[in-house]
């Protein structure tokens, strides 16, 4: 079961939740958002994260910024992945990917039914609710009947508290978490963000134990 924990803007909880077991730590970089980082918390994150554990995939998560200067910043920073969350197309994911190559899709199925991962040549597809980033629960049984494909992340809602009967239900091959281990918007907390791995992690082996 692959891990990231989101939304990250101190260091500390960076190398905690790299030290915890995570498999990716995420950096937003979007003004509105109360996750919002500067490039200095950017790289203080990636730091942290890569010293705690050299094999985390860093992830720069942008909303608005165009594709192009996106995969451009991602660079730059030094960032191992660049996720597109939202109104992206495949031309946009295309131009980036010529920037900067370890590319995420986020999406939601409500906005886009036929999602499957990799049809705009993405490294992994995120599945989110509608109204994707929000941390918002979402009716998981949008899942039944479809086909995402081998390489796809559950997001939205999740918290140490759901995690594991969510895994259960959607059988993703990883989950997503941001608002779900914090104490306020944008402030995470190091116990939640152990619980949420050592809960993911246990909903994980059972479903590979019911295969």
Not at 25 to 46: D, F, I, K, W, Y
Not at 97 to 121: E, Q, T, V, Y
Not at 180 to 204: D, M, N, Y
Request: charged fraction near 20%; proline fraction near 5%; aromatic fraction near 4%.
């Amino acid at each position: 079961m692959y891990i990231k924990i989101c939304g990250l803007t101190d260091s500390n909880h960076a190398a905690h939740a790299a030290r915890s077991g995570a498999d990716a730590v995420g950096v937003v970089m979007s003004e509105p958002s109360p996750r919002h980082a500067t490039a200095a918390q950017a790289s203080a994150v990636l730091s942290a994260a890569r010293e705690a554990s050299p094999g985390v995939d860093t992830v720069l998560v942008v909303r608005e910024m165009p594709a192009v200067e996106a995969a451009s910043t991602a660079q730059r920073l030094g960032f191992d992945v660049l996720q597109l969350h939202g109104g992206y197309s495949a031309d946009d994911f295309a131009a980036a990917a010529k920037i900067h190559p370890r590319i995420w899709r986020a999406a939601s199925l409500a906005r886009d039914p036929g999602l499957r991962a990799g049809d705009f040549g993405e490294e992994r597809l995120l599945v989110d609710g509608a109204a994707a980033g929000s941390g918002e629960p979402w009716d998981l049984g949008l899942l039944a009947g479809q086909t995402l494909g081998d390489n796809w992340l559950l997001a939205g809602g999740l918290s140490p508290a759901n995690v594991a009967e969510a895994i259960a239900i959607a059988r993703p091959s990883g989950v997503d978490v941001s608002s779900g281990v914090e104490i306020a918007p944008g402030v995470k907390s190091s116990s939640l963000i152990s619980a949420f791995i050592t809960a993911a992690r246990a909903g994980g082996a059972t479903v590979a134990g019911d295969t």
